[in-house]
């Protein structure tokens, strides 16, 4: 049997066209010989009358909403477009079939709200199957060892389509969205931006504003521990997207035409550098201890024996600044800082990267506040008002 997952978010299903789109690509799937899964997300944005934003507004105290209430209640969106979706297939004389996340044989922890996939039954899947039957699954959602319903946490249907192709052996999973794959930048941002044809698991995951946004990390990590190809695609096109792969192979597939350092360039904004002078590791522990404790998580993270720089979200920032200042510590605060970053698995071990980075940046005159890097990825920290430029001068160093 050769197994194709196709995943279908929100905007997929959000009006009678695009569902009439989705219905396109999973008829031209079955015509292709594919038992088909197709998993879906609620219908829609917030202000839509089904999807999981609407939802939540109609409980009276969200903040302090029941978490089991809460997870019966998002559940629903799901069901919702899955029978729609369901409907207008048979409409056309296809056999579906559709299972809730329970019924799919999804078992998750007992965490509302959060919860994780512990386990996949997939005898019922495989069954439906077998039948020549299209099964369409509920996203997001699972069930626990106690017979409670539990959902994922937000964007967690790719998650579960994700985990059905690793459960099933998939050939591929598709995930259907609004954009026609990754980008080597934002659009928005860099007007000669282009899609790319093949990206590594790790390099999705890192492309922070193109990635997440168009698939759960989550989701990502699961298919890579497996090696299930995921293709990222859009509903409303034929077009084949981009092909998210092992690092190894998506670098083999593009050496065939070039043989690329940096695939591409990423920007997150609304974070915020503190500087503290210190006397000592020992200080720095102190530092560290206090953030931890009041469950700030930290990034662009520096030590030294004279000091430390770390950089929290701008959320945490008054919060920080407090619990540091009763410590004794007085931190050096700079507001309205952006991380870019230059993301290639072909970075790793190649000596002149960062060279090149800082030539770029410096050609504009652009501070590099503070730098990290992994396997795949550097990192600049720099004021907001110069992160476009900053991201336009990295964008034609590198992927142009
Ligand atoms: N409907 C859920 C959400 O909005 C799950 C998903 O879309 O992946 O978070
Ligand atoms: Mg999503």
């Known amino acids: 049997m050769r197994i194709l997952v196709q995943k279908f978010g929100g905007t997929s299903l959000a009006t009678a066209e695009s569902r009439a789109q989705a219905m396109g690509h999973i008829l031209d799937a079955r015509q292709q010989g594919y038992s088909l899964v197709v998993v879906v997300s609620a219908m829609g944005r917030k202000g839509d009358p089904y999807a999981t934003d609407t939802l939540i507004e109609l409980l009276e105290a969200r903040e302090s909403a029941d978490l089991r209430d809460l997870d019966l209640l998002l559940s629903c969106g799901e ?81 579960t389509a994700t985990a059905l192709g690793v459960e099933l052996d998939a050939e591929i999973v598709h995930i259907f969205t609004d954009v026609e794959g990754i980008m080597t930048a934002d659009p928005h941002i860099v007007a000669d931006a282009s899609r790319l044809k093949t990206v590594s698991y790790t390099e999705i995951c890192n492309l922070a504003y193109q990635g997440a946004q168009v698939i759960h ?48 360039i990423t920007q997150t904004t609304n974070i915020t550098q503190l500087r503290i002078n210190i006397d000592g590791t020992k200080a720095a522990l102190k530092v560290f201890q206090t953030i931890a404790d009041h469950h700030i998580s930290v990034d662009f993270i520096s030590v030294t024996p004279q000091g430390v720089a770390f950089t929290v979200s701008n959320l945490d920032v008054e919060k920080a600044i407090a619990h540091l200042q009763q410590q004794g510590f007085e931190p050096a605060v700079r507001r309205n800082c952006a991380k870019v970053a230059a993301v290639g698995a072909g970075i790793a071990g190649v000596p002149g990267v960062m060279a090149q980075i800082v030539e770029a940046l410096e050609a504009h005159s652009i501070d590099i506040l503070q730098s990290a890097d992994s396997h795949t990825t550097i990192w600049c920290l720099v004021e907001e008002k110069d992160m476009i430029t900053a991201v336009r001068a990295l964008h034609s160093k590198f992927c142009v």
């Open 79 to 159: 069901i919702i477009s899955a029978v729609t979706l369901s409907s207008m297939l048979r409409a056309q004389g296809i056999d579906t079939i559709v299972l809730t996340g329970g019924q799919a044989g999804i078992v998750t922890s007992r965490q509302f709200s959060s919860a994780r996939i512990l386990n996949i039954d997939p005898t019922r899947i495989l069954e439906e199957l077998k039948q020549g039957r299209v099964v369409i699954v509920t996203g997001f959602q699972g069930i626990t060892d106690q017979g409670e319903i539990t959902t994922l946490g937000r964007g967690g249907s790719d998650t």
């Open 217 to 264: 990390p989550r989701a990502v990590e699961i298919a890579m521990q497996k090696n299930i190809p995921i293709r990222v695609r859009s509903t409303m096109s034929k077009d084949e997207g981009t092909l998210v792969t092992s690092s190894s192979y998506a670098q083999f597939m593009e050496k065939r035409t070039n043989d690329r350092l940096v695939t591409g």
